[in-house]
């Protein structure tokens, strides 16, 4: 007698997510403020294990820059030309930072106009003069440009410019500048050195207002960018992904599901190609990771991390329409236990499926590193979009990487399984406007903390230990508001 196909469905497989189950509460022997969120992604520190998804209605240079100073990352996405996508890591790059390498130049021949127009496409406020010797000889910000539209139009930088400019030597530190800047009232200092110009310290970039900002080793806000695992052909693409690879720390393949050859052998070409560190993913089985870790000539220490989770995103429409699924915490379970046997200095990244804060420390029990939201974010001020009204309620357009909406612009199509056109794999629609990233990231804390806290988990390593029990369906009405009134 076989039981092939009845062992398939009585088998011992239960898809969990994040509903089915809780955390058994545990034993605190600390106070709330000794709890530890902090977390790692290979070299690089987070105080907030959280993610904003690369989607083109969640991450873009805003929200990017809004989660790293705030200790998580935001992860740009990938639905646009590779000289967008260079633009928003430069801007991310540029944002804060103690010294600014790459500075804006001007010749002092240039019309006020052109500077105008870099000040604005920049997004900075002022520029460095330099003449032909590429010798600085003036400094020329937003204050100096002419009140009259005509003075604008016609006018000469070395005219408006500051021509004694006050400057600092390379190496000098953060205390030097902060004083030269206090005493001299200006807002940029550039760094010379026998008249050339080294780089710029701005005075918004000295002042700590954000401690706990996830940055790199010479103080620039860290960078995460979404990659198609496809090896560019053309020479100006490839030589435009070397010049972005200058600004990325981390390049995150996104696909919706990263276990197919070709999007392997397209990533180790990339890899080898590229300097910055790579996460992999989507994948969703202990099989995927054991064979991307083991099997797979990936250059090993930069292959940092797993992100993981497939169709469980509140826009996505894979496991409906293609009946193939690994929801987030079902999926996280499957590859921790893989990263344990085979490597656990890879990171684990939870994708997709977090509707409550709650939901966030069932992540870190199953083996989480980090997790990564869209929905968390799509209603923010920072949110690419606008803000909508909807029968009096304020809303924000979120729509799926898989949505018709979101693939008709043609970057995205191989996210998903290329050549198939008709079948969409996600949805565009609407979510509730909820203020800026700041206080939904305090929201989101405090519920890790506290679930931490009533676990009796110290830290992110702790809370990986914490035990979880599946909720019987009775249970799951009764841990959620019940049996009252309503609204009337
Ligand atoms: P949440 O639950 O935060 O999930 O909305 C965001 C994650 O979902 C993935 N994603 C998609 N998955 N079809 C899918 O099957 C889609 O159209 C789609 N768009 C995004 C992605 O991993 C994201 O981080």
């Not at 496809?230 to 390049?251: A, G, W």
């Not at 509730?432 to 305090?442: A, F, I, Q, R, T």
Request: proline share 4%; with cysteine.
């Amino acid at each position: 007698m076989s039981n092939y196909y009845r062992d398939k469905i009585h088998s011992k497989q239960i898809i969990a997510t994040f509903d089915d189950v809780l955390i058994l509460p545990g034993f605190t022997d600390f106070s709330p403020n000794e709890v530890d969120l902090s977390s790692n992604l290979g070299k690089y520190h987070f105080s907030l294990p959280i993610l904003s998804s690369a989607m083109d209605t969640v991450t873009e240079e805003e929200m990017a820059i809004q989660v790293a100073l705030r200790g998580g990352l935001g992860v740009l996405h990938r639905n646009c030309s590779f000289e967008r996508q260079l633009e928003m890591c430069r801007i991310v790059k540029r944002a804060r930072s103690f010294v600014i390498d790459n500075v804006a130049t001007i010749a002092p021949d240039a019309q006020v106009a052109k500077a105008k127009f870099m000040m604005e496409n920049y997004n900075i406020s002022g520029i460095v003069v330099t003449n032909e010797e590429k010798k600085v000889c003036g400094i020329f910000t937003k204050r100096d440009i002419p009140f009259f539209e005509q003075d604008i139009k016609n006018g000469i930088v070395k005219d408006y410019m500051t021509k004694d400019v006050i400057s600092i030597k390379p190496g000098a530190s953060r205390e030097e500048a902060l004083k030269i800047l206090f005493e001299s009232r200006k807002e940029k200092l550039p760094i010379i050195e026998d008249g050339f110009l080294k780089g710029l310290i701005t005075k918004k970039d000295l002042a700590p207002e954000f401690p706990l900002a996830s940055k790199d080793e010479e103080g620039h806000l860290l960078c995460g960018l979404a990659l198609s695992p496809r090896f560019p052909e053309s020479s100006q693409s490839q030589d435009l992904l070397k010049e972005i690879d200058k600004y990325v720390d981390i390049f995150f393949i996104d696909v919706a599901d990263f276990y197919k050859k070709d999007d392997i052998e397209g990533t180790v070409k990339l890899m080898k190609f590229l300097d910055s560190d790579f996460v992999l993913g989507n994948i969703g089985t202990y099989q995927a990771a054991e064979y991307l870790i083991t099997k797979v000539d990936f250059v090993e220490e930069r292959f940092i991390g797993l992100k993981v989770g497939m169709g469980s995103g509140s826009i996505c429409t894979t496991s409906l329409q293609t009946g193939v699924g690994a929801p987030t915490l079902f999926a996280s379970a499957q590859v921790a236990d893989a990263i344990q046997d085979y490597n656990p200095k890879i990171a684990l990244i939870a994708d997709g499926g977090f509707k409550n804060p709650g939901d966030l420390p069932k992540a870190f029990a199953v083996g989480a590193d980090l997790i990564m939201s869209g929905h968390i974010f799509a209603g923010t001020d920072e949110s690419p979009g606008f803000m909508d009204t909807i029968a009096g309620r304020k809303v924000k357009v979120y729509r799926g990487m898989g949505s018709e909406q979101a693939r008709t612009s043609g970057y995205i199509s191989d996210r998903y399984v290329e050549g198939s056109k008709m079948l969409t794999e996600g949805v565009s629609n609407y979510v509730p406007y909820v203020g800026d990233v700041s206080g939904v990231l305090e929201t989101l804390k405090e519920g890790l903390a506290n679930g931490m806290i009533y676990a009796g988990a110290k830290s992110i390593t702790e809370m990986k230990k914490v035990p979880l029990g599946i909720v019987s369906v009775v249970g799951q009405r009764e841990t959620a508001p019940h049996d009252l009134i309503g609204k009337f």
